[in-house]
C-alpha cells in the first residue's frame, strides 16, 4: 500500500508491548489516523507498520505547528514466532491493537548413538 523511502518518513507512533502467556499485546499510539491510511504486515518475529496522517488544515497558512503528520513507518521485533494466521487488530480512539498470538512451539529429542549407529531423532510436544 505504503512504498516509502528513507527520507519519507516524518514521525514513528509510540508503541507499548505487553508480553501475556502465549501471546503478546501490541498498542500503537495512532491519534487521527484512519484505519484506511494504516498499512500493517505481521512476519514471524515482527510486525511493520506503515502509512499516513494527513494535516488537519491542509490549505490554511499555519503560525504554528506541533501535532506530527506525514508518512509514519515502525518495526517492532517480538521475542519469540508469532502464529500469523492467528493475528487481529483493531483501531479504537486512535490506538492500534494487535494481538499477536505465539506460535506453538515443538522440542526435539536426540539420542546419540555410538558410532556408526544411525542417528534418532523423535518430535515432542
Not at 27 to 55: A, M, N
Not at 91 to 114: D, M
Request: hydrophobic share 40%; no cysteine.
Amino acid at each position: 500500500m505504503f512504498l516509502l523511502r528513507e527520507g519519507d518518513i516524518s514521525w514513528t507512533p509510540a508503541v507499548d508491548i505487553y508480553e501475556a502467556e502465549n501471546l503478546w499485546l501490541l498498542f500503537v499510539e495512532l491519534p487521527g489516523v484512519s484505519s484506511d491510511d494504516i498499512d500493517v504486515t505481521v512476519y514471524p518475529e515482527s510486525v511493520l507498520i506503515r502509512g499516513i496522517k494527513t494535516p488537519p488544515a491542509k490549505a490554511l497558512s499555519a503560525e504554528k505547528i506541533e501535532i506530527y503528520t506525514g508518512y509514519f513507518h515502525r518495526e517492532i521485533h517480538i521475542p519469540g514466532r508469532i502464529s500469523i494466521a492467528e493475528v487481529t487488530a483493531s483501531l479504537k480512539n486512535g490506538i492500534l491493537s494487535l494481538i499477536l498470538p505465539a506460535e506453538e512451539q515443538t522440542s526435539v529429542r536426540i539420542t546419540v548413538n555410538k558410532p556408526g549407529e544411525p542417528i534418532e531423532i523423535e518430535k515432542g510436544d
